[in-house]
């Protein structure tokens, strides 16, 4: 049994760069290959021992709650038609009774905000946070990854990656005192700080490890970078209490809040299906030009 057993998944984002999509469905829905995207991040969760989950939602976020839901009419239509592929595809959908519960984030204040609309249901305990924007391809899911690492080492855990510099404008920063294969002992976070006065290039992305004093944290600090209150933020204030370790997981994150990471991802995890790898990796190879695939 892990030690981690709640995670919470802010979900309340507009989706606006997936825009006219996401005018009706949330952004969490659009489906990666066949999945969609917050099936990967409940998956991943899952997989490092979760039991727990919290998403904290906003007004249209429906269909994440019913996505999760039994839908009694179809299995009774797929069953007596005999659709038993069709039937063991929506066995991951299914949760216990009682492991989800939605919060109602009714403004958009910012992750920290997000996360602290969670402190009652993860009560006095570490909790996970997973964004589902970032997607992880890994041969281990990268909380699993953290969720040992953070057996040993406690305090705070933050996944991290390199990133080019100019791109550090975009990302919370690891200010690294020293390394130790894959964990960096922290000695500051900064939230998008220009390229010239980032501390390092190893940046924050979206798996937390959380110890629950982030909560006391998250009501003392103000609105930090673009007004809201930053997460970042809270775990700084929180370093010398508590102490913060960067994670270097291995895999690929890819940005599923972008158009190009999305198309990226699909690309990337359809590759990894026997059965569309094939006929998809020949059609690629075709388009090595603008408008050179064949219609």
């Known amino acids: 049994m892990s030690h981690i057993r709640k995670a919470v998944f802010p979900v309340a984002g507009m989706g606006t760069r997936f825009l006219p999509a996401t005018k009706s469905i949330p952004k969490e829905m659009l489906p990666l290959v066949d999945r969609p995207l917050i099936q990967y991040a409940v998956d991943e969760a899952r997989a490092a021992g979760i039991e727990e989950f919290i998403f904290v939602t906003a007004a249209g976020k429906g269909a994440l709650e019913d996505y999760f839901d039994t839908a009694a009419a179809l299995e009774q239509r797929l069953t007596a038609n005999g659709k038993t592929a069709a039937l063991a595809a929506l066995d991951r959908t299914r949760m216990a009774e009682g492991a989800l519960s939605f919060v109602r984030q009714n403004n958009p204040l910012g992750l920290g905000h997000a996360v602290r609309l969670a402190a009652r249901l993860i009560g006095n305990e570490p909790f996970a946070v997973l964004l589902p924007d970032d997607v992880i391809r890994s041969p281990q899911g990268a909380l699993s990854q953290m969720v ?44 998008k700080p220009r390229p010239e006065n980032a501390p390092s ?56 809040g972008s158009v190009q990471g999305f198309v990226q991802a699909t690309v990337a995890f359809a590759l990894d299906r026997p059965e569309l790898q094939r006929e998809l990796g020949a059609f690629l190879s075709d388009c090595t030009a603008p408008m050179s695939c064949a219609a």
Do not use: W
């Not at 990133?163 to 020293?178: H, K, Q």
């Not at 007004?227 to 994670?247: C, K, P, W, Y």
């Open 201 to 256: 290039t190893s940046a924050i992305v979206g798996r937390y490890i959380l110890e629950p004093s982030i909560f006391d944290r998250l009501a003392d600090i103000g609105p930090g970078a673009g007004g809201e209150l930053q997460l970042t933020d809270a775990i700084s204030a929180d370093l010398n209490r508590t102490g913060v370790t960067g994670f270097r997981f291995d895999g690929t994150r890819f940005d599923c």
């Open 148 to 191: 040992a690492a953070h057996a040993e080492h406690r305090g705070h855990m933050v996944a991290t990656m390199d990133v080019p510099r100019a791109a550090t404008s975009s990302y919370g920063i690891l200010d690294v005192a020293n390394t130790r294969g894959r964990l960096a002992q922290a000695r500051g976070l900064v939230e």
